[in-house]
């Protein structure tokens, strides 16, 4: 079946580091792959998604490629920011049946930034 | 912003009691989600449902728990008979489409404690 892989936490960084979290997958068909933030106390938000491969989806000066050759979705910034501390879910969705199939997530990577 | 709601935030039962955990998806869609996630451990997929009626549905999802959209606007997930492996935090999503090309939109969870 499908599978997320990511890197486990806490990541911890400085402030204005350069931020690679690593995301794999394994699917069945042609997914469509996302990255979910969850801030503390919040719910899950959609930070940036990709549809097909060598999509590029960006959002927050955060950003990921869709690489259907490396099977990977993995989430770079270039300057990360304290508000960023976070926990970050890699997911994907795949058409595999004819209803609505849920999203297959990964374990998380949490996020700390320090000043 | 539209979004998604839940409630209780926190919900405390007693092992074999009935709960029902209750959310407004955004007003305009279609497809609605329960998903699950046990602390520590990931995200994971339980229902969705369109059109009155069930769409897709995981392993988790066995006799013990229902859904329902009782009127118009709200969405219910219903456990029967909790056991104390039913705690973890309940997330509601809703989407315009079914398709996995479009972005899930997710509430900020219930968190379930069964003692």
């Known amino acids: 079946g499908d599978s997320v892989t990511q890197m486990e936490g806490p990541v911890t960084l400085s402030e204005e580091a350069f931020l690679t979290i690593n995301c794999t997958y394994t699917?069945?068909?042609?997914?469509?792959l996302f990255w979910y933030v969850q801030y503390p106390g919040e719910g899950l938000q959609l930070l940036l998604k990709a549809t097909k491969a060598d999509d590029k989806g960006s959002n927050k000066g955060f950003e990921a490629t869709y690489r259907k050759e490396t099977t990977s979705f993995h989430l770079e910034k270039g300057s990360v920011q304290v508000s960023d501390s976070a926990v970050y879910f890699c997911a994907l969705s795949d058409d595999k049946g004819g209803g609505a199939d849920g999203l297959t997530f990964g374990k998380g990577t949490h996020l700390i930034i320090q000043p | 912003e539209p979004e998604v709601t839940q409630t209780p935030s926190h919900q405390v039962t007693q092992m074999g009691q009935e709960v029902i955990l209750r959310c407004v998806p955004i007003s305009n869609h279609l497809y609605f989600y329960w998903y699950r996630q046990i602390l520590g451990q990931k995200v994971e997929f339980l229902v969705s449902f369109y059109n009155n009626e069930i769409s897709e549905k995981s392993e988790i999802f066995d006799d013990q728990f229902s859904v329902e959209r009782p009127d118009g606007s709200n969405f219910t997930l219903k456990i029967r008979s909790t056991k104390l492996e039913d705690s973890a935090m309940y997330f509601c999503?809703?989407?315009?489409?079914?398709?996995?090309?479009?972005?899930?939109?997710f509430g900020p969870g219930t968190r379930l404690t069964v003692t």
């Open positions: 999503a809703s989407s315009a489409y079914g398709l996995a090309a479009y972005e899930q939109y």
């Open positions: 699917a069945t068909g042609y997914p469509s």
